[in-house]
């Protein structure tokens, strides 16, 4: 978590806004797996409100992403929870790794919809 608040934090100073959208969006996914170390939880609201702080600083990155904290919640809640995709539990009738719900939620941006011209010519 040090790492990836470092690398945020130089890609503030440097002015590298999408690689701030990046990092805050890992740190907002590294709160499940930190939330379920028994003498972080008491102190999760201030962590999470500490991420948001920095999340917000970068314009780009506060439009291109968002969190879902009732995702986070569950994930902290949930006993199977397992970041390590590989040690995760298979389901048995596919045999694919168990697949979590991702806390980032990205912008929906569309591109313009061209819908012939602008402007006639006629007033």
């Known amino acids: 978590m040090t790492v990836i608040t470092a690398l945020v934090r130089e890609a503030e100073a440097a002015h590298r806004h999408d690689n701030h959208a990046w990092h805050v969006a890992n740190l907002y996914r590294i709160l499940s797996t930190i939330g379920k170390i028994e003498y972080i939880t008491p102190h999760l609201t201030a962590l999470f409100d500490a991420?948001?702080?920095i999340h917000r600083r970068v314009l780009y990155s506060k439009i291109l992403i968002g969190v879902n904290k009732d995702v986070?919640?569950?994930q902290i809640e949930c006993n199977y929870y397992e970041p390590i995709r590989e040690l995760r539990q298979r389901n048995p009738e596919t045999r694919h790794f168990i697949e979590f719900d991702d806390p980032v939620?990205?912008?929906d941006i569309q591109p313009a919809e061209s819908s012939g011209a602008f402007w006639d010519g006629k007033t």
């Open 51 to 53: 991420i948001q702080a």
């Open 72 to 74: 986070i919640r569950s």
């Open 105 to 107: 939620v990205y912008a």
